[in-house]
């Protein structure tokens, strides 16, 4: 989101009258043809990457393809963290080393001495961001029991809305694009010092990979924590180990191959990615069409991140009562209704206004679908495999981001109707997955064939 504010177009004023008669007199006007010297940017060269490399006109161009970049990162990233939380780091593992390449990328991407250094460490940026969400994700949630895990889940996206928020105040306070780069690395500094070392690693990943002995040390705090203790002689098994206590403990490990290779989750693994997609299209497409409607660009990201929260709630009470699967069709063809009626709209008078009152709506039903996803998802694979999973639904998910900006460009109601395309189909792949509510979360690849062959 530091993308929006760092390379915005800033405003420009007219110092004088062009050299070749181009008068500069239109505030209207764009600055293509101007004579140098005739005019100026607000707040400075500085105020943005836009401003500082002069990334207008014929090279407006590279302000998208650094946004491009920076997902086509967070796809690579998403698979490798995904893998390595799976298996050598683990989920607390892999937090640690994403907040730390965050911090660092985004310092040094405040140093950028050219567009190209720039474009190089919004990449990398990326490739450390695309491991943040999932593992945070799943680290939050493992633990906890299917009864309360729905809720759970989707109380994390009050928090990413609100870091939105508050990032709209933090680039109103710091309004150079370096001085934002650097403001906005702090948070993961924070967390590495003032939360990391204060959570535990997944007692569900300990227990994956031979630890029984530390994962039961987590579920003893656990408990105690609750005003509970385990009884004496109780101890943690896989799926696979739960009817036999003489199979040795050792660690296991999976892959996206693995996913592949079994029948059940294969067909789970292609239908999430698909939806992913679909609403990462419709998600970050929506956004980009509220910010182009020229309003003050702070309180447009701040009314955006706050309207969704609505959906949050909402799908966080509707979740355990009706189930994942009518929820996260219902959503998304909530969304594609509006994207269908937006596209049948002009862009003149009250339509104008319907148009848009069309988008938020969009975005309301989109916002619930696309954090439902992240729980759906989770409860679809095993523990061995989970992140792995998450990863290739994370990455497919970034593919749609970068997609999402060439659409929106080609403006009117085409893009609309993209949307509400999209929003059906993401519905409609949804139809075929299983209803996860109250289930268990499976440990093993093996485990999860036996639960749902029984």
Not at 387 to 414: D, E, H, K, R, S
Request: net charge neutral; charged share 15%; with cysteine.
């Amino acid at each position: 989101m530091v993308m929006i504010f760092a390379d915005r177009e800033p405003g420009w004023r007219c110092l004088g009258v062009g050299g070749s008669g181009l008068g500069c007199n239109d505030k209207g006007s764009s600055v293509c043809g101007l004579e140098p010297g005739s005019w100026e940017w607000e707040g400075g060269s500085g105020s943005s990457t836009v401003a500082q490399w002069g990334l207008v006109c014929g090279d407006k161009y590279k302000v998208g393809l650094v946004q491009a970049l920076f997902f086509g990162g967070c796809m690579i990233g998403a698979g490798v963290f995904g893998h390595l939380s799976d298996s050598k780091l683990g989920r607390k593992g892999s937090l640690t080393a994403v907040c730390i390449l965050n911090a660092i990328f985004g310092c040094l991407t405040s140093l950028a001495p050219d567009y190209v250094t720039y474009l190089l460490l919004r990449f990398v940026t990326g490739f450390s961001t695309g491991g943040v969400g999932l593992c945070a994700f799943v680290l939050a949630t493992e633990p906890v029991g299917p009864s309360k895990r729905g809720v759970a889940g989707m109380s994390t996206f009050y928090l990413f809305s609100a870091g939105i928020v508050l990032l709209s105040g933090v680039a109103y306070v710091f309004p150079t694009w370096r001085a934002l780069y650097v403001a906005s690395s702090i948070p993961s500094v924070l967390f590495l010092v003032l939360v990391i070392p204060f959570i535990s690693e997944s007692p569900r990943w300990y227990l994956v990979r031979g630890r029984t002995d530390e994962a039961m040390n987590i579920m003893r705090t656990i408990a105690k924590s609750n005003g509970h203790h385990l009884p004496d002689g109780v101890t943690l098994a896989l799926d696979d180990e739960a009817n036999d206590a003489t199979i040795e403990k050792q660690a296991i490990s999976g892959s996206v191959i693995d996913v592949i290779r079994s029948p059940i989750t294969r067909i789970r693994l292609f239908l999430a990615v698909g939806i992913n997609f679909t609403c990462s299209v419709v998600y970050d497409g929506l956004s980009l069409n509220v910010v182009n409607l020229e309003t003050n660009l702070y309180l447009t990201v701040l009314v955006n991140a706050l309207a969704e929260m609505p959906a949050f709630a909402i799908t966080a009470v509707l979740l355990n009562r009706f189930g994942r699967k009518p929820l996260g069709i219902g959503t998304q063809w909530f969304s594609a209704i509006f994207c269908f009626m937006g596209s049948m709209m002009r862009n003149v008078g009250i339509w104008k206004v319907t148009r848009v009152c069309c988008g938020i709506l969009g975005i309301f039903g989109m916002a619930g679908t696309y954090n439902l996803l992240f729980i759906y998802t989770a409860e679809l694979f095993p523990t061995v495999v989970r992140n792995a999973a998450l990863g290739c639904a994370t990455q497919a998910a970034q593919m749609g981001a970068i997609l999402a900006p060439f659409v929106v460009v080609m403006g009117g109601g085409f893009p609309f109707m993209v949307f509400g395309v999209c929003g059906l189909m993401g519905g409609m792949l949804a139809y075929y997955l299983p209803e996860t509510l109250n289930k268990p979360l499976y440990d093993t690849m093996a485990g999860l064939e036996v639960g749902e062959i029984a």
